[in-house]
């Protein structure tokens, strides 16, 4: 690197400083080594991002969808050919392996598919005698998408796109951790033909500028991906303002149930995979496992054998597969959990203290840490860890399991492993989950279903099919037709 980035904010299509002129600094978890040197958006920069996007909503949102699609598809293009650069950008600010980056594959599917999608639509109705009756769907205005550190251009694409395909312009606040992908496409917004004021991309901490926007009276709907915790502040903010509508993305606590028929290799494969990949870092991840006693030593021991074997080190290293926590309070959180399950009674089986070995000093890794037998009322099965922290109980029955499954506020991804179809729709149907790996784990997911959760893990669906509707408000026109009829 030739020297920290300066990551200045993007508002009506120019990069600008805070205007209060402050930046924090933004370091590699891998290295210590300050990577940015990152603006801090003020209250007043959110008001001016506002502002622009208010002026531009009214021809923007008059544009036809295929006008409109124009400058999404051609962003997929850039992320596409930027690829590299991209997952380079992430490794060194908040961690994540470029082996393990996903995200401009997925970012460009989803600015492709908004590109042509933008055809909103109501209905029309002759229901009511003597009236032709329609309904519209219309944008907001100007929307809000706050976005969390562990995939930043997956939820930059999956909000942004759908909301300017259906007309609205965005104010997109990226996270204090990892605010550098989306400042790299801040940088092809006009190049690609998004008028002024369509796209501002500010970044800061959530106490400033993500609490401004959450107040803000021109900002009437808000898309939130990141912690339970912040939602619930972002839905007292939206009450305490304009009532705007929000959409959560929130946090998870996902247990996987590893029935005795199950193909043991595979269920160990995919769960070793769902809590370990990104180093814990993932909202869908089953971070609790419980395995049917009869096979508990065998799942145990396949395991403890595939974690072990996590490749860790600088995740700019193709080679690497395990990187550094995000950042020090991260890194400091995860390490405390793992000395509340210490004390809370169950076994440490791996990695007694999270870290050791690690390569130099300022590296942030986390090895993979398993407990067993953790009392199911312990901190540590109920609080959201966000780290490679995984507890392998046991149970007996099925009915036990779901039980224990169930006994959350979160309920985002569940996985089940069994060879037993009856059982596997039966489970299926009686977790209390949003979403629902039959024989697979977290991510496995697909583009056209439902993403989301039930409880406190969210409020909305994002999908292909379902996120452009979040974006909309729709409007009934009763339409008095003389001589109509019935
Ligand atoms: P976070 O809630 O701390 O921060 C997310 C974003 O909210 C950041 O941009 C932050 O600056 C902002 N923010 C913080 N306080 C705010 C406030 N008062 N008002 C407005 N904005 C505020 O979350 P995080 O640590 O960045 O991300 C990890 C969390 O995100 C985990 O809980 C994880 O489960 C969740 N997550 C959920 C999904 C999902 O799809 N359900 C996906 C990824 C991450």
């Given at each position: 690197m030739k020297g920290p980035i300066e990551a200045q904010l993007f508002i009506n299509n120019k990069f600008v400083p805070a205007s209060s002129d402050?930046?924090?600094?933004?370091?590699?978890?891998?290295?210590?080594?300050?990577?940015?040197?990152?603006?801090?958006?003020?209250?007043?920069?959110?008001?001016?991002?506002?502002?622009?996007?208010?002026?531009?909503?009214?021809?923007?949102?008059?544009?036809?969808?295929?006008?409109?699609?124009?400058?999404?598809?051609?962003?997929?293009?850039?992320?596409?050919?930027?690829?590299?650069?991209?997952?380079?950008?992430?490794?060194?600010?908040?961690?994540?392996?470029?082996?393990?980056?996903?995200?401009?594959?997925?970012?460009?599917?989803?600015?492709?598919?908004?590109?042509?999608?933008?055809?909103?639509?109501?209905?029309?109705?002759?229901?009511?005698?003597?009236?032709?009756?329609?309904?519209?769907?219309?944008?907001?205005?100007?929307?809000?998408?706050?976005?969390?550190?562990?995939?930043?251009?997956?939820?930059?694409?999956?909000?942004?796109?759908?909301?300017?395909?259906?007309?609205?312009?965005?104010?997109?606040?990226?996270s204090e951790k990892a605010p550098l992908t989306s400042w790299k496409l801040a940088q092809w917004i006009e190049e690609c033909g998004f008028p002024p004021g369509v796209v501002n991309v500010i970044h800061g901490h959530g106490l400033i500028s993500g609490n401004a926007m959450g107040l803000h009276m021109r900002i009437r709907a808000i898309s939130f991906t990141g912690s339970t915790r912040t939602g619930r502040a972002i839905q007292i903010a939206s009450a305490q303002s304009n009532l705007k509508k929000v959409v959560f993305e929130?946090?998870?606590?996902?247990?996987?149930?590893?029935?005795?028929?199950?193909?043991?290799?595979?269920?160990?494969?995919?769960t070793e995979f769902s809590i370990f990949w990104n180093s814990g870092q993932t909202c869908m991840a089953n971070s609790?496992?419980?395995?049917?006693?009869?096979?508990?030593?065998?799942?145990?021991?396949?395991?403890?054998?595939?974690?072990?074997?996590?490749?860790?080190?600088?995740?700019?290293?193709?080679?690497?597969?395990?990187?550094?926590?995000a950042d020090k309070a991260q890194f400091e959180t995860v390490l405390k959990y793992v000395d509340i399950g210490k004390e809370s009674g169950g076994k440490l089986v791996l990695n007694e203290n999270g870290t050791?070995?690690?390569?130099?000093?300022?590296?942030?890794?986390?090895?993979?840490?398993?407990?067993?037998?953790?009392?199911?009322?312990?901190?540590?099965?109920?609080?959201?860890?966000?780290?490679?922290?995984?507890?392998?109980?046991?149970?007996?029955?099925e009915d036990e399991v779901i039980a224990k499954a169930n006994d959350t506020e979160f309920g985002l991804y569940a996985a089940l492993y069994t060879k037993d179809l009856e059982r596997a729709l039966r489970v299926s149907k009686k977790l209390e989950s949003g979403m629902i790996g039959v024989n697979c784990a977290s991510p496995q997911g697909s583009w056209d279903l439902p993403f989301g959760g039930w409880k406190g893990s969210g409020t909305g669906r994002e999908s292909l099919l379902e996120s452009m509707d979040h974006f909309l408000e729709t409007k009934s026109i009763y339409f008095k037709v003389t001589g109509i009829g019935g």
């Amino acid at each position: 690197m030739k020297g920290p980035i300066e990551a200045q904010l993007f508002i009506n299509n120019k990069f600008v400083p805070a205007s209060s002129d402050e930046s924090f600094a933004l370091h590699s978890p891998y290295t210590g080594e300050v990577v940015a040197k990152v603006a801090e958006a003020s209250v007043s920069d959110v008001d001016s991002a506002v502002a622009a996007a208010d002026a531009a909503f009214r021809s923007w949102s008059a544009l036809s969808p295929i006008e409109r699609g124009k400058p999404l598809k051609k962003m997929a293009d850039k992320i596409m050919a930027f690829k590299s650069e991209l997952a380079e950008l992430e490794a060194l600010s908040m961690g994540k392996p470029i082996s393990a980056y996903m995200d401009a594959g997925y970012a460009a599917v989803h600015f492709n598919y908004f590109g042509e999608a933008g055809y909103a639509q109501g209905h029309t109705s002759l229901n009511t005698p003597g009236f032709l009756n329609m309904s519209l769907k219309q944008p907001f205005g100007v929307v809000g998408i706050i976005i969390p550190w562990n995939a930043p251009l997956v939820f930059f694409s999956k909000k942004v796109a759908p909301a300017v395909a259906a007309g609205n312009t965005v104010v997109l606040k990226t996270s204090e951790k990892a605010p550098l992908t989306s400042w790299k496409l801040a940088q092809w917004i006009e190049e690609c033909g998004f008028p002024p004021g369509v796209v501002n991309v500010i970044h800061g901490h959530g106490l400033i500028s993500g609490n401004a926007m959450g107040l803000h009276m021109r900002i009437r709907a808000i898309s939130f991906t990141g912690s339970t915790r912040t939602g619930r502040a972002i839905q007292i903010a939206s009450a305490q303002s304009n009532l705007k509508k929000v959409v959560f993305e929130l946090g998870g606590k996902g247990p996987a149930l590893i029935f005795e028929d199950a193909d043991i290799e595979a269920a160990v494969q995919g769960t070793e995979f769902s809590i370990f990949w990104n180093s814990g870092q993932t909202c869908m991840a089953n971070s609790r496992i419980y395995v049917q006693e009869s096979i508990r030593e065998k799942f145990l021991e396949t395991f403890k054998k595939a974690a072990s074997q996590r490749r860790m080190g600088d995740p700019t290293d193709a080679k690497v597969n395990h990187g550094p926590l995000a950042d020090k309070a991260q890194f400091e959180t995860v390490l405390k959990y793992v000395d509340i399950g210490k004390e809370s009674g169950g076994k440490l089986v791996l990695n007694e203290n999270g870290t050791k070995a690690n390569a130099t000093a300022e590296d942030l890794t986390v090895h993979p840490v398993i407990f067993t037998d953790q009392p199911e009322d312990s901190k540590i099965m109920k609080e959201e860890i966000f780290g490679p922290v995984v507890v392998i109980n046991t149970f007996k029955t099925e009915d036990e399991v779901i039980a224990k499954a169930n006994d959350t506020e979160f309920g985002l991804y569940a996985a089940l492993y069994t060879k037993d179809l009856e059982r596997a729709l039966r489970v299926s149907k009686k977790l209390e989950s949003g979403m629902i790996g039959v024989n697979c784990a977290s991510p496995q997911g697909s583009w056209d279903l439902p993403f989301g959760g039930w409880k406190g893990s969210g409020t909305g669906r994002e999908s292909l099919l379902e996120s452009m509707d979040h974006f909309l408000e729709t409007k009934s026109i009763y339409f008095k037709v003389t001589g109509i009829g019935g």
